[in-house]
């Protein structure tokens, strides 16, 4: 068993027991699922909708390498720069060259999840570069030294009072201010990193091809104000984003919105075409495009997991796994958690490290039935599992159980063989692996198939 593995199943096993853990889950949860359906109303054909969006996403990944290459020649027309990185140190790299080239002592950061996946603030920090989190949800994570949580909702797991309580210990805050109070705090810190930062970062939720710019989508306005208040604008987005045209936004941008949050459309919705043009009174004097592949060309050049990659990170799958609504996000030790999380991991970080999460499902499907996108995810995490084990990534002892389990399943008369009292042994004592996080197993006296002879006997 992988060290990762190790530590899923020792987090898991406390946060699934942690009753507080779960209620401000279930409470969190539940407003997002009330309000998701007031916004699927603005759908008069949803599932229409969500498979002309799947049909989109499959024409911009079967020809990406084109897409990409008109959104290069179109983006830097208007005088931005592509930068091609294959992994995240490429990435962080490229970063710091930008930040030392402009003196930047302090970067703001909007939300981003593809920079979470290059842990771009430990490397900033170690090079001695402040990086602030200027979304509500990451920067209380951020003061709190944690990931997020959640791939809309950062701080999904933290109470109202567990913040108050983290802003009075590191920020000085009363203890017992309130949610409004806390915002005006955080909100007025915040504008002094805008003014000071040198050079701001986004994410992109999608890359348009047709016009050689991002869409970014928010709640907050803090995205803008990163891209238009420092001199220098550097966005990391991952390839996958790509769509072909700025008029797949009038189908993607309500997907996401409610799909994410419930919304009809989220507050703030911007596309950015390059750094400030002449004659433009704002934006930024320099705008910088990092294409990070970091694993997707190997989910790519799979048929099998190539859907894995439509997904527009809604976080719809999380709030419906039944998994996830009991261990949390943190237990997975991921930058992607949930369904999506457990597909797309092992495809982008290696099987024998990542296998286990693709056996942590239920397979009820729910994931699937809610994606936006349509993609099959219980049927992907089976295909993982299938990988995993066809790329010999199995112990011996799993293997052989599976051969005799295989071989008795095919002969009835060894299916029938051995009474309750031994099989009960045979998997709650012999088979330790199956009783360590589930409950004893209790055969009947007959199978169903000596049953059935006994009835048709009489």
């Not at 109202?160 to 005006?184: I, M, S």
């Not at 008795?408 to 029938?416: E, Q, V």
């Not at 009947?444 to 000596?450: A, R």
Request: charged share 25%; with cysteine; aromatic share 8%.
């Amino acid at each position: 068993m992988s060290q990762s593995a190790d530590k899923f199943i020792a987090k898991s096993t406390i946060k699934s027991q942690d009753l507080e853990h779960r209620r401000t889950i279930n409470f969190n949860i539940g407003k997002y699922n009330s309000k998701v359906p007031e916004g699927k109303q603005q759908f008069t054909q949803l599932l229409t909708a969500r498979e002309r969006a799947k049909n989109v996403k499959w024409r911009a990944l079967e020809t990406l390498d084109q897409q990409l290459e008109e959104f290069e020649l179109q983006f830097t027309r208007r005088g931005g720069k592509v930068i091609w990185a294959e992994n995240a140190q490429q990435a962080c790299d490229e970063i710091l060259k930008i930040c030392e080239a402009k003196n930047c002592k302090t970067l703001v950061k909007s939300k981003s999840m593809v920079t979470e996946e290059i842990h771009l603030n430990h490397f900033l920090t170690e090079h001695k570069i402040e990086s602030v989190e200027t979304d509500l949800g990451e920067y209380i994570q951020q003061l709190d030294e944690e990931p997020p949580y959640h791939i809309v909702t950062p701080a999904m797991h933290k109470s109202k009072e567990d913040v108050a309580k983290l802003f009075a210990n590191k920020l000085g805050t009363d203890p017992k201010a309130t949610p409004e109070q806390l915002t005006l705090v955080a909100r007025n810190i915040l504008r002094e990193k805008y003014v000071q930062a040198e050079v701001g970062v986004t994410g992109a939720n999608f890359i348009l091809a047709d016009v050689g710019g991002i869409a970014v989508t928010e709640n907050e306005g803090n995205a803008r104000l990163s891209c238009a208040f420092p001199k220098t604008h550097i966005v990391v987005v991952g390839i996958e984003k790509m769509l072909p045209s700025i008029s797949d936004l009038g189908l993607f941008w309500p997907l996401l919105s409610t799909f994410g949050t419930g919304q009809l459309v989220t507050v703030y919705n911007s596309i950015v075409l390059g750094p400030k043009q002449p004659g433009e009174e704002d934006g930024p004097e320099e705008m910088i495009v990092i294409l990070l592949d970091n694993g997707r060309t190997n989910v790519l050049k799979n048929p099998a997991t190539r859907e894995s990659l439509y997904c527009i990170r809604c976080g719809a799958c999380l709030n419906a796994c039944p998994v996830y609504k009991n261990i949390g996000g943190h237990s997975y030790g991921t930058t992607y958690s949930g369904p999506i999380g457990k597909v797309l991991t092992p495809q982008m970080s290696g099987m024998e490290e990542y296998k286990h999460l693709s056996y942590a499902s239920s397979l009820c499907g729910n994931c699937t039935e809610v994606c936006p996108m349509r993609i099959n995810l219980h049927e992907l995490l089976l295909e993982n599992r299938h990988e995993a084990v066809e790329q010999g990534f199995s112990s011996f002892g799993e293997r052989m159980a599976w051969k005799v389990w295989k071989t008795a399943c095919l002969n009835r008369k060894m299916m029938n063989m051995g009474n309750r009292k031994m099989k009960n042994w045979m998997i709650n004592s012999f088979v330790k692996d199956w009783t360590r996080y589930r409950g004893p197993m209790d055969f009947p006296e007959k199978t169903f198939n000596q049953l059935w002879r006994d009835r048709k006997g009489k």
